[in-house]
Nanobody, 122 residues
Framework: QVQLVESGGGLVQAGGSLRLSCAASGRTFSSYAMGWFRQAPGKEREFVAGTTRGGGSTYYGDSVKGRFTISRDNAKNTVYLQMNSLKPEDTAVYYC???????????????WGQGTQVTVSS
């Protein structure tokens, strides 16, 4: 099973940017679709972005379209989330996940990282 470790979270002012990274263990990273999710206190886990195995197709949640960009480097076993024009409502714990397909349902994914906190101040 793939193991994932997120990094890059932190505190940023509204309008700022952050880049999250998710490093995967194992030699089968390219066989997984990858997704980013987030969860704010008291809220359900929300699909943020996803990318197919080769990175040729990407998908975004409506709340982040045009501001966030997902990418992957299969040679480095890493998926990234570039977050621009951050808003206070983007504050959450961000998780990366691995699964067979890019879908918005968290239950589709079977490998999860521990999460990284992103806090956007107003």
């Amino acid at each position: 099973q793939v193991q994932l470790v997120e990094s890059g979270g932190g505190l940023v002012q509204a309008g700022g940017s952050l880049r999250l990274s998710c490093a995967a263990s194992g030699r089968t990273f390219s066989s997984y679709a990858m997704g980013w999710f987030r969860q704010a206190p008291g809220k359900e886990r929300e699909f943020v972005a996803g990318t197919t195995r080769g990175g040729g197709s990407t998908y975004y949640g409506d709340s982040v379209k045009g501001r966030f960009t997902i990418s992957r480097d299969n040679a480095k076993n890493t998926v990234y989330l570039q977050m621009n024009s951050l808003k206070p409502e983007d504050t959450a714990v961000y998780y990366c996940a691995a699964g067979p397909l890019v879908v918005t349902s968290a239950s589709n994914y079977y490998g999860w990282g521990q999460g990284t906190q992103v806090t956007v101040s107003s």
